[in-house]
């Protein structure tokens, strides 16, 4: 799935539709979040949401006549992964979003990749930092503090629904490695996996969220606008999503179609300001340019001219078995 092997100059228009699409999906997600915690508890809509995208996914497999896996480690690794990937992120954009404008959020969620680095170093050791990698890193999370705008104080709901954002970018970038320390060698397929991850990311979220939040409403009590931001959240952000990018990785290789990462930025903005009229301040755009400086930098997207130097750790977008849906 993630063998950095990509096609024989593939057509533009062959995967250029997908990956445009996928962004939009993708980038999309942090307006229907927002939707959707004006009736619902955090917990309560991700708890729909993950519930949608496991039938979804569970659809797709019975259509491609695949199955879940049957290994109790696989499971037990996809547990973790669940939490730290799907339920705990999921959560903290929807408290964020309570918090924070919908496109802030879209911002926060590109500096995952910032998370991934060192822990992909420091601890899983799947990956050796060098001087370009440190340079990158350093940039990124001088972007991060830019978009936080630290100069104007700490402190207050909105600074702290930025750290609930930041912190479910911070879950995804310990979700990344360890799945690809711990699952990425089994023979399951992606399909698979993250059907069999949604499917215990919703039976935890349905051990916790009565507890915390008390029993989700029926779905005949909410609005439409939010019946329809659960099902856009699960079926297509989850779900449909999955299978897109999985074809953009198939037809323009795991390089291409990481790239995605750089815009869905891009379409969380300007959803947010025509659907919402939502406004940034000067420093968060500023800021969230500057992490996809650090990023694109530390990746190798950006480099001088001269040999190669090795190059293992890719983006959140097309891990070894990427989080079912990490918007």
Not at 275 to 303: K, Y
């Amino acid at each position: 799935m993630t063998a950095d092997i990509t096609p024989d100059r593939p057509a533009l228009r062959s995967w250029l539709p997908g990956f445009i699409a996928l962004a939009a999906i993708w980038g999309s997600s942090f307006l229907f979040i927002k939707v959707g915690v004006e009736e619902l508890h955090p917990l309560q809509l991700t708890l729909y949401r993950v519930t949608a995208g496991a039938l979804t996914l569970l659809v797709v497999l019975a259509v491609l006549r695949d199955r879940l896996p049957r290994e109790p480690r696989v499971w037990a690794h996809l547990t973790v992964v669940a939490a730290f990937g799907v339920a705990i992120p999921f959560t903290l954009f929807g408290y964020g979003e309570q918090r924070v404008e919908s496109m802030l959020a879209g911002i926060w969620n590109a500096t995952t990749p910032l998370i991934v680095l060192p822990l992909a170093v420091l601890v899983f050791r799947t990956e050796r930092l060098t001087s370009r990698r440190a340079i990158g890193l350093g940039l990124g999370f001088a972007g991060v503090l830019v978009v936080l705008g630290v100069w104007e104080g700490i402190g207050g709901a909105h600074f702290t629904g930025q750290l609930m954002c930041f912190g479910a970018a911070a879950c995804y970038g310990l979700a990344i490695p360890y799945q690809k320390r711990f699952v990425a060698g089994s023979a399951y397929s992606g399909v698979s996996l993250s059907a069999a991850q949604l499917l215990i990311a919703a039976a935890q979220l349905a051990i916790v969220t009565p507890l915390v939040a008390g029993a989700p409403p029926l779905p005949t009590e909410l609005s439409i606008e939010v019946v329809g931001s659960v099902l856009a959240l699960g079926a297509l952000g989850t779900g449909l999503a999955f299978v897109i990018n999985m074809r953009n990785i198939r037809v323009a290789g795991a390089s291409t179609a990481s790239t995605v990462t750089y815009l869905i930025p891009v379409f969380a903005v300007l959803i947010g300001a025509l659907a919402l009229d939502e406004r940034l301040n000067w420093h968060q755009p500023v800021g969230a340019l500057i992490v996809l400086f650090g990023v694109a930098v530390s990746q190798g997207l950006i480099r001088r001219r001269g040999p190669a130097t090795p190059v293992g750790l890719g983006t959140p977008a097309v891990p070894a078995v990427e989080p079912a849906s990490q918007r």
